[in-house]
């Protein structure tokens, strides 16, 4: 629902290119709700959602609760990355993203 600019909101954009979402939601205070809004949204207007990425510290509850509730499936978690290089963004993307049969 965030806005591109005044007219059109991004998942109006979405909806108009009929492609799958990955939706991404960090691990604080409110997670669970914050993540499921836009699952809720996305869902009124038929865009499919491929899954659920998260970024920040780890909570395995919270990243459960989500998947189960919201029946979406749990791609994997991006943890803080000091340094940010693009070394270390792929290796961590390489070690904290999943396979299709993984889950959290």
């Given at each position: 629902m965030v806005p591109l600019n005044r007219s059109p909101l991004y998942i109006d954009i979405f909806e108009r290119w009929r492609l799958p979402v990955v939706l991404r939601a960090r691990t604080?205070?409110?997670t669970i709700n914050h993540s499921l809004l836009p699952i809720e949204a996305l869902r009124k207007r038929q865009i499919d959602i491929l899954g659920i990425a998260l970024s920040g510290e780890r909570n395995a509850e919270?990243?459960?609760?989500?998947?189960?509730?919201?029946?979406?499936?749990w791609l994997g978690r991006l943890p803080w990355i000091s340094p940010l290089t693009a070394d270390s963004l792929r290796v961590v993307f390489k070690d904290s993203f999943i396979s299709s049969d993984f889950q959290p």
């Open positions: 604080l205070l409110g919270t990243e459960s609760a989500i998947c189960d509730i919201a029946r979406v499936r």
